[in-house]
């Protein structure tokens, strides 16, 4: 599966943004998608999870509260809506596929992976 991600820009702090990853190539129903971020000079972070529906969903610490996964299987995509932005959410974010019903939280469980998108949070 091919994964497209897209939606960053640069933000005030309190903003919002909505993350879009855009699936190709498989079927898009039958795999869990998770967003993860980068931040320079730091490891890769889980941000948050979704299985084949709505109702399953997995966040991190930096997304639980203010961040909202969702998918939309007719549309083949997966969003990221994120709230209340903090200059320390500044980063790359990559969308992630696996063939699974349920997501997981480690980067490496993940097969596919989108090119990133950049967030830019200023104070």
């Known amino acids: 599966v091919q994964l497209q991600a897209s939606g960053g820009g640069l933000v005030q702090a309190g903003g919002s943004l909505r993350l879009s990853c855009a699936a190709s190539?498989?079927?898009?129903?039958?795999?869990?998608l998770g967003w993860f971020r980068q931040a320079p000079g730091k490891e890769r972070e889980f941000v948050a999870g979704?299985?084949?529906?709505?109702?399953?969903?997995l966040y991190g610490d930096s997304g639980e509260g203010r961040f909202t996964i969702s998918r939309d299987n007719a549309e083949n995509t997966v969003y990221l809506q994120m709230n209340s932005l903090k200059p320390e959410d500044t980063a790359v974010y990559y969308c992630?596929?696996?063939?699974?019903?349920?997501?997981?939280?480690?980067?490496?469980?993940?097969?596919?992976w989108g090119q990133g998108t950049l967030v830019t949070v200023s104070s």
């Open positions: 190539g498989r079927t898009f129903i039958n795999y869990a």
């Open positions: 992630a596929a696996k063939l699974s019903v349920v997501p997981h939280d480690d980067h490496a469980w993940y097969d596919y």
């Open positions: 979704i299985g084949w529906t709505n109702m399953t969903t």
